[in-house]
């Protein structure tokens, strides 16, 4: 089949830019992002800049420059699907413009040459953030709540005119010192009526559920807040509802990403080969971190190498690769037995990266994952490494102890592990090695839970309730030559 529109990309060659034909834009993974143009129907031209977002095969969302304008991209190249998902795009912008609700003005729809390509091109507005961008920057809930409560009375305004978005996130509304404006218009339907309160709260509820586990007393702030710009008298029932539905979706968001943490997406990435296997964060991607990944014993032999632990079954470096700190925890294999017994296992570092995404997810503070590998010898699994993003900081026993006379900062710390704690086993885990070196304060005095390879996820809450007793009990052993700080503890902790 010809394709008579033409992607091009620099190179350092003397023959100019290369030009791809569909096909190779259909092929496009994840960590594509080289810049190139594309040649519409009626000959205008659109130069990619920056790749945003690709999703193979399907679609892709880039910034660049149209008409002399900076804009924002959506290019649509399902050969079965393309004109469908552009048409549902354009349906879910206009239902807005309809309405009056901000959003970036549609500069362009049409397609290229070959009607391959479904293109829609955007404004690009600038100076703003979208709200998971100001979500991640956050120092605390109460900085970012006015910008809540704004987003939350344009959700109860869509409501009320009928309009649901139905993938509902915080990306989804980009913020500027003026104006909210509502991005993508594929998952919004439109209703001839005002919603219904049982559907509102749904829909609320999925955005409420992505604040935190932690966070019921802002969410309760903020059902009040939409409440009162819907006209609602709330009730009892009504909070209970609510939280009931916020842990439906929380238990909805966890099953979908749990899937996405071992698979190649725009945020993650595979590790494949006959001796190794394992997940990266792309977001950390470089040459050495690389070559790292090819030879993850490389790191224990490394120049910038600082030894944190070193064990018969485990072994903990600090490294530094490309000008950045991580910590490697390798897991040995003590002996011959020992690796007959793990080597059909889930190793330690998958277990520690599965439940350092969750905590992640419901914005509980422990060292960020950023990969892990297993090494494989005839298939079996054998040793295998944990990264993480390095904390920098004192383990809460030192901050306790260089703090002993402040009783303000002893009095907020210890409120702070409590409620850290408590989050984790709303999550229904537990640590299962609760020692107070495995509890870090960072330069902000936030506690932050590493080491996670003991902690297990209970299927039942009577297994939560009799794992937490023991973790309890584990946590207040590291406090029996402090009798009042544990008691302290134990006041705290007791009243979840």
Known sequence: MENNYIV?????HSQGPITLAWMDLYAAKFAFNKPFSLRMADNQVFVCEQVVRVVPKRRMVAFG???GKQVAAKLFFDPKAARAHMEKDIAGIRSLQKNKIPTPDLFYEGTTGDKRIYVLIFERIGDAKNLEEIWREKTSIDEVLPKLQLVLIEIATQHVLGLIQHDLHLKNFLLTEKTIYTLDGAQIEVFPNLLSKKASMNNLALFLSQLG??????????????????????????FIDLFLLIKKWNDERWKKFAKKVYRNSSTFARIRTWQSSGV?????????????????????????????????????????????EFVVKRYNMKNFWHRLRRCLRTTRASSSWRLAQKLCLFDIAT?????????????????SY???????????????????????????????????????????????????????????????????????????????????????????????????????????????
């Open 367 to 383: 060292a960020r994952p950023v990969a892990f590998i297993e090494r494989k010898i005839l298939g079996f699994r054998g040793k």
């Open 8 to 12: 091009t990309t620099p190179n350092n």
């Open 65 to 67: 420059i149209w008409q």
């Open 280 to 324: 990266y964060n792309r977001y950390d991607e470089s040459p050495e971190f690389i070559h790292f990944l090819n030879n993850p014993d490389s790191a224990f032999n490394h120049r910038t190498t600082k030894i944190l632990k070193y064990g018969l079954s485990s072994t903990v470096v600090k490294v530094t690769l490309d000008c950045r």
């Open 386 to 496: 944990y990264v993480t993003e390095y904390v920098a900081g004192e383990h809460a026993g030192d901050f306790f102890t260089h703090h002993a006379t402040d009783q303000a900062k002893m009095s907020d710390m210890i409120w702070r592990i409590s409620m850290l704690l408590k989050s984790v086993a709303k999550l229904e885990i537990t640590h299962g090695d609760l020692k107070i070196t495995n509890i870090l304060v960072d330069a902000k005095e936030r506690p932050i839970l590493i080491d996670l390879d003991g902690a297990a996820e209970h299927l039942s809450l009577s297994g939560l309730r009799k794992a937490w007793r023991k973790e309890l009990a584990r946590f207040l052993d590291n406090f029996r030559y402090n009798s009042t700080l544990r008691k302290r503890f134990e006041t705290e902790l007791g009243k979840w």
């Open 213 to 238: 586990i932690d966070a019921e007393g802002y969410q309760e702030k903020l059902f009040k807040h939409y409440a009162i710009a819907r006209g609602w008298s709330l009730k009892k029932e009504d």
